[in-house]
């Protein structure tokens, strides 16, 4: 596979705060924003690093408060960006706005090492001209050490050249919008305190969060810098000065290195090596050569390749953390932890990074006492329930109608532990920690939900619930999270009676009686699935009087305005739809497409994907392109208007499964991989690998026929197209 590169002509704008997004750097621990290196242009942007899972908490003021809410904000801590590194002349100083005026001329990040190249063209006030080379990598070997190499060449100036790289700097955003629920900015509590460093040119620091107790450990190395230049360091940073000449080029190189959070940092510690971009070019190698796509279409290639890139760029990898809604691109959603991970991104990693997908779902083990916790707020004495949004594990929204009440993430996170085990057959993990987290989110629907009677005998119901679809809450019997919760209890009545977890000797025939007869809302009189009891009654929103600046609608109406309406957010039911194929028949996914499609806004960017992939269903593709196309470009086109905050990381797996789940029709059942041809005419050819149940399978799609090869492992049957096949080694054509 031809690896990528992303530049700035395959970007929306050259909007700083928009590059910083779309051009940061990760491992999974630590991200770095793209900020310009000048302190003095910072000016409407968000020059910040981030830490997985480091957050500060702050008490939720509530005007009117009550017994169970969320206490405690958790906020993703906002450091200052270890890119900074300002010039001065001997009249100018790129530490003063407006001195030094930069302007991007050409940035590439490379998918293949990891590094990002980026060059500036500069004035000085005195009409002095720069030309500056940025060079970024993270190593990807979990050392969470950046490289940085800045070359300054001097167009026309001859003179004293000074240079300053501060460690402790402002990075309160200026572009915050106090309006919008989506950004918030709080008091971190940070104290810092500076430590002897072992070798000379290094400053090392700790930075304590005084609300969580929390600490981080940083060393900053500066490896190498121009000949003849007086350097030193202190508290504040490192400073030198010497000479530059016209068209000559000086280099410095600084070396950041970031502890796991309340862990010692280690010795080893490198600067900028040929042999580091080796390093990370065999990590990336092992990374494409498992999850490579390959897609006729230049332009999507590009996207999908660079979608994938940042979801492994985001993903925690220490079993303690997650990935955040903008994962480690930006402040956004304060850094918390959704559903997203488990219904958008996880699927890529269980079919193609399953040692990357086991950590992800040990954190749901960890943070299973604080869920216990947490149904006993809500009245429920025996089992537990997930945070809706969370850091530590503990609640974190104060909104509990679009927060609290959705409680299908215990049900989503159910799902994606059976996912992983149908995906791997990792035995190991189910019986040491999958099984509990499905037990203990099944305990809870015994005693949350009820028995009533619905058409003519007694079904299983659970009453004011949020779905996904955020525009709809508090409704009786949500389709999604009813089916969802029958899955939940059916399969914790599986590894009870498969001796996977032991529980008491009734409650595998309580979860297989609940889940049988779970109520599933269905509206006779128009022949579609019903969201729940009450919005097919509820008048459809005014969309013909509605203009385009209104959207989100979030942003716009009070929320009891939308919740009288029937409007939705995003897919809700078809959502359900979309994860369970062999529900439905393709006439009744027909009518229920075309009942929700013209009420749903897409606000929230994790709808066009479901909507791409049920359109392959339907064997619509011109609309399946069209809904695909926005979704594997929404953030290179910025198509929601916020990428400036942060990456749409769930939509960013959203991308992965329009091809997989969409284009290919894949999705097991019964132990078997499924796959239907559902290519758009607008895309020649399709091919992706899969890990499956210890095979490597690559997946070939043409107009013309379906391929499945097996690359490594024993031979299995496939069902392509709704017929079986034996795959041995070689290929098998539809």
Known sequence: MQIDKLTLKDVATTNRQYLETIFALGDGHMGVRDSVPF???????????????????????????????????????????????????????????????????????????????????????????????????????????????????????????RFTRPIIHDVTATTADADDPRVAQRQSGLTNQFIPADRQQQIEWQTLVASTHQQITQRDWLTSFPTGFEVYGDHAGFHGSGTIEVQTTLSWSFTRQISEINQALPDKIMGWTNDIVVRNRQILTDFWQQSQVQISDKKLQT?????????????????????????????????????????????????????????????????????????????????????????????????????????????????????????????????????????????????????????????????????PDEYTALVDNNYYTNRMVKENMAFAAWLLEKHYIDGDADEQVQFTKASTNMYLPYDQEQQVTAQDDHSPKMPVWPFATTAATQ?????????????????????????????????????????????????????????????????????????????????????????????????????????????????????????????????????AHLSYRLRFRSRVLEVQLYQDKTQVKLVTGLPLAVVVAGKEYDVLQGVRSE
């Open 39 to 161: 302190t003095g242009n910072q000016q409407a942007t968000l020059p910040v690093m981030l830490i997985n899972g480091y957050y500060a908490t702050n008490p939720i003021t509530y005007g009117e408060s009550a017994y169970g809410y969320a206490k405690n904000h958790q906020t993703i801590i906002s450091l200052t960006s270890p890119r900074y590194l300002d010039f001065a002349t001997e009249k100018t100083s790129s530490e003063i706005p407006g001195d030094w005026d930069m302007t991007v001329d050409d940035a590439v990040l490379d998918f293949d090492t990891g590094v990002l190249t980026e060059k500036f063209q500069i004035v000085t006030s005195d009409h002095h001209h720069f030309e500056l080379v940025v060079k970024s990598m993270i190593a990807l070997d979990n050392s969470h050490q950046l490289f940085l190499n800045y070359e300054l060449t001097s167009l026309d100036y001859t003179g004293t050249l």
């Open 303 to 467: 996207g999908i390749q660079y979608n994938l890139f940042q979801l492994f760029q985001s993903a925690g990898r220490n079993g303690l953390t997650n990935i955040a809604a903008k994962g480690i691109t930006g402040p956004g959603y304060e850094g918390h932890y959704f559903w997203d991970t488990e219904m958008y991104m996880l699927p890529f990693f269980i079919y193609t990074q399953p040692q990357i997908a086991k950590q992800l779902l040990h954190y749901r083990f960890s943070i299973l006492p604080q869920a216990r916790e947490r149904a006993r707020s809500l009245g429920v004495t025996r089992g537990a329930l997930y945070a809706w949004r969370t850091i530590n594990g503990e609640e974190a929204s104060a909104y509990f109608p679009a927060g609290t009440a959705q409680y299908h993430i215990n049900a989503d996170i159910a799902h994606t532990v059976k996912l992983y085990f149908d995906v791997t057959n990792d035995q190991n993990f189910l019986r040491e920690q999958g099984a509990a987290v499905v037990l203990e989110t099944a305990r809870f629907w015994l005693q949350f939900g009820s028995w009533q009677q619905r058409d003519g005998r007694s079904q299983f119901c659970l009453y004011k619930v949020t779905g």
């Open 551 to 683: 959207y989100p609608l979030l942003l716009h109406y009070h929320p009891l305005m939308i919740y009288r309406h029937r409007v939705n957010k995003q897919a809700d039911t078809l959502l359900a739809e979309m994860l369970f194929p062999e529900d439905q028949s393709l006439e009744q996914l027909r009518r229920d497409y075309a009942y929700y499609e013209p009420i749903t806004t897409h606000d929230s960017s994790l709808s066009r994907s479901i909507f791409s992939i049920l359109a392959s269903r339907l064997d619509d593709r011109d609309k399946a392109f069209s809904y695909y196309m926005d979704t594997s470009l929404m953030d290179l086109v910025d198509l929601q208007g916020n990428a400036k905050d942060g990456l749409h990381e769930a939509n960013l797996g959203g991308s992965w499964l329009g091809l997989t789940y969409g284009f290919a029709g894949m999705y097991v059942a019964d132990g078997k991989l499924h796959i239907t041809n559902h290519l758009p005419t607008q895309i």
